[in-house]
């Protein structure tokens, strides 16, 4: 069955500190890899994404994932957090070919405390 | 200026009545889905399209309808309210890109907070 993981679903961290969230997925054959984030109050907004080419991606705010095959994993990290990251994230799978649906995480809960 | 809008933001209701979510876009898009986000269960679609004439169940489509009246709108109906629709309802936008292979960035509506009584 199609499936993703994120075992972290709450997170509290002090600022400064390094994050990684992980993410693992059960999809058969070619998968695109996708973190969302939404911030309180805000819509859903695209992170970064994975397609093809470079495993390791970076997105926006300093946000990067590396896609390693051999584990199914696609796991978030960010060096430093600040205050502002404070929000739900949220690991998403779609196949490249076929019908495209998305299959979504459970989401994490990150804290950041100033 | 809100490319992807949904009405209303809020609505509680009763037991079995007949509900209608609203969603519309100016983004140009294709494609669009409905999803409904509970509390320890992220987001599970409920039902997409990807052009006015395709409609596809998602996971979790029965006790739901949908009619895309229009490239830029896409309407989520209960037909039949209970207390285990209350969740966040979130309408989504994509473009179709080949060269991402599929890899289309969904762009979120503010959602809609349905509470059945």
């Known amino acids: 069955a199609q499936s993703v993981s994120q075992h972290n679903h709450h997170v509290i961290l002090s600022e400064a500190a390094s994050l990684e969230l992980g993410c693992n997925y059960s999809?058969?054959?070619?998968?695109?890899l996708f973190w969302y984030v939404q911030y309180p109050g805000q819509h859903l907004q695209l992170l970064l994404k994975?397609?093809?080419?470079?495993?390791l991606v970076k997105g926006i705010k300093g946000f990067e994932a590396e896609f390693i095959k051999s584990k199914f994993s696609f796991n978030l990290r960010k060096p430093s957090v600040q205050w502002s990251d404070t929000a739900e994230y949220f690991c998403?799978?779609?196949?490249?070919?076929?019908?495209?649906?998305?299959?979504f995480g459970t989401g994490t809960r990150l804290k950041v405390l100033a | 200026d809100a490319d992807v809008t949904q009405t209303p933001r809020n609505r509680i209701t009763k037991t079995g009545k007949r509900i209608m979510l609203e969603c519309s876009q100016t983004?140009?898009?294709?494609?669009m889905y409905w999803y409904r986000q509970d509390p320890g269960l992220g987001l599970r679609l409920i039902y997409y399209?990807?052009?006015?004439?395709?409609?596809n169940k998602g996971e979790i489509s029965d006790g739901y309808s949908v009619s895309r009246q229009a490239q830029a709108k896409f309407s989520l109906s209960l037909e039949s309210a209970i207390p285990n629709q209350t969740a966040l309802y979130f309408c989504?936008?994509?473009?179709?890109?080949?060269?991402?292979?599929?890899?289309?960035?969904?762009?979120f509506g503010p959602g809609t907070r349905l509470t059945v009584l």
């Open positions: 989504a936008t994509s473009d179709s890109l080949p060269a991402s292979g599929g890899a289309d960035t969904q762009y």
């Open positions: 999809y058969g054959g070619t998968v695109n």
């Open positions: 994975y397609f093809s080419g470079d495993p």
């Open positions: 998403a799978v779609n196949g490249n070919s076929g019908t495209y649906k998305y299959i």
């Open positions: 983004k140009g898009h294709d494609r």
């Open positions: 399209s990807f052009d006015v004439k395709d409609i």
